[in-house]
Every structure is written in C-alpha cells, then in structure tokens.
C-alpha cells in the first residue's frame, strides 16, 4: 500500500530531552512538510524540502531541525531549543512542490513534554 | 503576514441540512487554494485544489466555489450526513508552501 507513516503514534519525553519524529513516504513524491497543530490554531509549517539533500525553514522552525538524506524519509528533531514542544506533529508529502499539488498526510505523532 | 481565516469556527446541523461555510484568503499573487477534510483521529483528506477565478469543483455532495478577486471560497454541503462530520481545512499557496486556516468543525446530528 502507498502511503505515509509516521511513528510513534504518541511520543513522552522529558523536559531538555531531543526527540527525533519518523516520517517515511513509499509515494515516490519529492516534496516533503512537517506541520504542527495547537489548539484553536491552523497547521503551521515547521519545515519543508522539496528535494534530496535540500530543506527549508517554515514558519515556526526554531528548535527544529530536519534532515532528508533519502527521497522517502524526512525525520524531525524536536531540540530542548523547543521551548513548547508539547503538540501534535504532521508530516506530508506532495509530488513536487508546485501550487496545484495535493499533499498527503500521515496520521500524526502526538508528543507530550512532561 | 498572509491570514487565512475560515467562518464559522464550528457548526452543528441535522442531518439532511444544507450547509457552507466559507475561507478569505489575500486577493493578489493567487496560485492556488486547496480544500481538505479532517475527520477525527484519521488523517487530512485532499477534497479540492482549485486555481482559476470562477472556478467550481464538486465530489459527491460537497462542492466549492472560488472568487480569486474578492479572495475568498465557499465549501457547500447538500443533504448534510452524519459521515460528513469533520473538520474542513482550506489552505492558501504562497510561494511554495500552502497556508491553512484554523478550519469550520462540522458536526452533523442524526
């Protein structure tokens, strides 16, 4: 089956730990996104990459980095930099970045920082 | 700093209701807007990209609208099911990534 997975489903660590999300895509799409949702607030984009060995910053990237050292998996690092990591995280893939390209998502990692 | 916002915030309907609800986005430099539905504890669902002023979709019940010019579109649902309750996100392409609004939580009563 094509699709994105994205594990843990739930993820608890403690406060001044790093913790690194798993995004994983069999689509064979370029482009890939991490988003974040609080309550009450829209998906924010964290970052994105539109291709191998290249990323970008979003709109909320501090006290996250990335990496996309293969076409099919994009991890997030959520860095004790972080300083309200406690949310659901997003992941998504699309062809390619251009504007009329749906993205796909994954079902989500639900982290709490204790 | 581009806003998006979608109205209203929540809806409550019975089933067999009608409905729409809308999403404002900034009215210069379109190139996209996309429609998603979110149902609970399952993943985001494309339902809609649209491009062109004027431009009308339609899957099923569901169908959209989109004035590129006044910067907004319109989401319709006919005959409102119970399976249609979700959160409906719509996203607006800026450069080269998408910007969601907040999103209309629909909840749809036997």
Same mark, same amino acid.
């Given at each position: 089956?094509?699709?994105?997975?994205?594990?843990?489903?739930?993820?608890?660590?403690?406060?001044?730990? !790093?913790?690194?999300?798993?995004?994983?895509? !069999?689509? !064979?799409?370029?482009?890939?996104?991490?988003?974040?949702?609080?309550?009450?607030?829209?998906?924010?984009?964290?970052?994105?990459?539109?291709?191998?060995?290249?990323?970008?910053?979003?709109?909320?990237?501090?006290?996250?980095?990335?990496?996309?050292?293969?076409?099919?998996?994009?991890?997030?690092?959520?860095?004790?930099?972080?300083?309200?990591?406690?949310?659901?995280?997003?992941?998504?893939?699309?062809?390619?970045?251009?504007?009329?390209?749906?993205?796909?998502?994954?079902?989500?990692?639900?982290?709490?920082?204790? | 700093?581009?806003?998006?916002?979608?109205?209203?915030?929540?809806?409550?309907?019975?089933?067999?209701?009608?409905?729409?609800?809308?999403?404002?986005?900034?009215?210069? *430099?379109?190139? &996209?807007?996309?429609?998603?539905?979110?149902?609970? &504890?399952?993943?985001?669902? &494309?339902?809609?990209?649209?491009?062109? *002023?004027?431009?009308?979709?339609?899957?099923?019940?569901?169908?959209?609208?989109? *004035?590129?010019?006044?910067?907004?579109?319109?989401?319709?649902?006919?005959?409102?099911?119970?399976?249609?309750? &979700?959160?409906?996100?719509?996203?607006?392409? *800026?450069?080269?990534?998408?910007?969601?609004?907040?999103?209309?939580?629909?909840?749809?009563?036997?």
């Amino acid at each position: 089956d094509g699709g994105i997975t994205q594990s843990p489903k739930y993820l608890f660590r403690k406060e001044g730990q !790093n913790v690194t999300l798993s995004c994983e895509q !069999n689509l !064979n799409h370029d482009a890939m996104y991490w988003y974040r949702q609080d309550p009450g607030q829209g998906l924010r984009l964290i970052y994105y990459s539109q291709i191998v060995n290249d990323f970008q910053k979003g709109d909320i990237a501090e006290g996250y980095s990335v990496s996309r050292e293969k076409k099919e998996s994009f991890p997030l690092t959520v860095t004790s930099a972080q300083k309200n990591p406690t949310a659901f995280y997003l992941c998504a893939s699309s062809i390619s970045g251009q504007s009329i390209n749906t993205q796909y998502f994954g079902p989500g990692t639900r982290l709490t920082v204790l | 700093i581009l806003n998006v916002e979608q109205s209203p915030q929540s809806l409550h309907v019975q089933e067999g209701d009608s409905t729409n609800f809308t999403c404002s986005f900034p009215s210069s *430099n379109f190139y &996209a807007l996309h429609w998603y539905r979110w149902e609970t &504890a399952k993943s985001p669902e &494309a339902l809609f990209v649209m491009t062109l *002023n004027g431009d009308e979709k339609k899957k099923g019940r569901i169908s959209a609208t989109l *004035n590129t010019k006044e910067g907004y579109s319109y989401l319709y649902i006919k005959g409102s099911q119970p399976e249609d309750s &979700a959160t409906y996100l719509c996203a607006f392409y *800026n450069t080269d990534k998408l910007i969601f609004g907040t999103g209309t939580r629909l909840q749809v009563f036997p």
